[in-house]
């Protein structure tokens, strides 16, 4: 089947502008993460949805980021007054969950992001 | 913070031999889940192996297998039979009870023909 999905694949920005990066999981995959991996610091979690629970927004790095799960499958992560260190490749990645959410995560392809 | 370590940045292998690549962890957790994941030039993290902890049996898949010694939390990956198409950037994981993946480092593996 169709494995996890991300667009756009690279993304060019100037400073101060939003940004919007869709992910579409695996089909029947009801938890979702976002990760962020930049040179200086390596692969971090952002945000975790699980189903229709309240996300897990511990790993956002300021309020300038948001994301958002509709109807339990695709999900938005928005950058807002974007800057020069959110240059990075954003990951996201599915796994089945919630049972099973210490289970397997597969990973999309990313979106590289830099800001000019 | 409980971390990933994966001590080597770099290591190489001519094809067709065997190498190892190191990952020590820490937690406080006993049941938690270990991977090694794969990322090529293309940026796909691909899965490469994943372990139990739970589970005293080390992990294989073909030409991977790991070592887990978990007393010592150090997670080993072997790869036998090196071919070209190995060469990556490989990254140890673990997960636990919160879900999130901790990630080491990484480790650029090149493959010399």
């Known amino acids: 089947g169709a494995g996890v999905s991300q667009s756009p694949s690279n993304k060019v920005t100037e400073k101060g502008k939003d940004v919007e990066l869709r992910c579409d999981p695996i089909s029947g995959h009801t938890a979702l993460y976002w990760y962020r991996q930049s040179l200086g610091q390596g692969l971090e979690f952002l945000i975790y949805?699980?189903?229709?629970?309240?996300?897990?927004k511990s790993g956002l790095p300021s309020d300038r980021f948001s994301a958002e799960r509709t109807g339990g499958s695709v999900s938005t992560l928005t950058i807002q007054r974007t800057q020069q260190e959110d240059s990075a490749v954003y990951l996201c990645?599915?796994?089945?969950?919630?049972?099973?959410?210490?289970?397997?995560?597969?990973f999309g392809p990313g979106t590289r992001l830099l800001v000019l | 913070a409980q971390t990933v370590t994966q001590s080597q940045p770099e290591m190489s292998v001519q094809e067709a031999e065997t190498v190892t690549l190191s990952c020590t962890y820490d937690t406080s957790e006993s049941d938690y889940y270990l991977f090694w994941y794969k990322q090529p030039p293309s940026r796909q993290m691909i899965l490469v192996i994943r372990q139990e902890a739970y589970k005293q049996q080390n992990a294989t898949e073909n030409r991977f297998s790991v070592n887990f010694q978990k007393a010592a939390k150090s997670f080993s990956l072997k790869i036998s039979d090196s071919q070209l198409g190995d060469a990556a950037m490989y990254f140890c994981a673990r997960g636990g009870s919160n879900y999130k993946l901790t990630f080491g480092k990484g480790t650029l593996l090149t493959v010399n023909p």
């Open positions: 990645a599915s796994s089945l969950g919630p049972r099973q959410d210490k289970e397997t995560q597969y």
């Open positions: 949805f699980q189903g229709n629970s309240a996300p897990d």
